[in-house]
């Protein structure tokens, strides 16, 4: 028997694929890579129902720490959020499913290896480019795109082969992990409805405002409320925290590596908050031409990530940089949590640029005078001046 190693969640897609290749005679190992988004005992109920399904062997593979360490972080660095609204949530962790499962599938020599992509999304181009690249050698198979398969159509076939369960969970298709969780839908294939309350999976249950102190050291998140954690660990604590509070939903519209729009809900509590109070503890500790070279770096980091090109080597000269920018970056930020919202409070840090020793914005300046600055508007307005000079009417 011919061996495929198939990329497996435990969803409809991929609870398809393995009954058909089932169907056509295939030993199959899933395997599910777990980047921060499931518990022990979803992870053992995942593995059931494979075995259940009738595949050979399941695997589960832990990738959470490699996940922070080697892509979350510079996310961090970078502050991004594609088209200013998505912190690509699904986008970084398939990259890490995917080069994961192709070092699996390389150790035991598989046959072919699998995924449960359609042919109308980003997914299939992440797992198709980082296996292209790590086992080029081992063919791909992909039946739903191949097939042009409808959610529908899965169930059917599903059913047709004794498949039974609650398929109203079905209409949902829903991803978890370390750096938030995706959200699409009948309401996503549309542009004009917003996702039901019921479609997320954190629903509001926290009413009593709170305020969270966030820890960072040279740019990481490393303490949330006075309590040392390591990165990951205060990730997920600050994600129970604020997700009771129905924090960081939104519905993201953007342009898919295929070319055509796409929509996708998402709530991602932890990575808004500590984006937003990464950036804000930036604003303070970095210089203007600082900031503004990163913001560049970390749009095309976004980018590139975002269409499956993590193994493109430009991006380690991207994570350089963003890494080369945080020695400063070291504080405190307080956040201020209430249902559905929050802010920032302020930041305190001791390589804080506003200080008043050097002047108090609108009140005071201490060091340079009002001379300094006459004669400093004077040099720097020359150039418009001589132009409005000469070309006046």
Known sequence: MKTIVLAYSGGLDTSYCVKYFLAQGYAIHSVIVNTGGFTSAELQHIEERALMLGVSKHVTLDETDKYYAECIRYLIFGNVL????????????????????????????????????????????????????LIPTIPILTPIRDNKLSREEEIEFLKQHGVEQDWSKALYSINKGLWGTTIGGKETLTSDQYLPESAFPSQLTKHTPEEITLHFQKGELTGINGANLAPVQAIQHLAELAQPFAIGRDIHIGDTIIGIKGRVGFEAAAPLIIIKAHHTLEKHTLTKAQLALKEQVAAMYGTLLHEGQFLEPAMRNAEALLASTQTSVTGTVKVFCAPYRFHVVGVESPHDLMQAKFGKYGEMNNAWSGQDVRGFAKIVSNQAMMHGSVNQE
């Open 82 to 133: 594609k088209n200013n609204t998505y912190p690509l949530s699904v986008s970084a962790e398939r990259v890490f499913q995917s080069l994961a499962i192709a070092r699996y599938a390389k150790s035991i020599n598989a046959d072919f290896v699998a995924h449960g992509s359609t042919g109308a999304g980003n997914d299939q181009v992440r797992f198709d480019a980082a296996f292209n690249v």
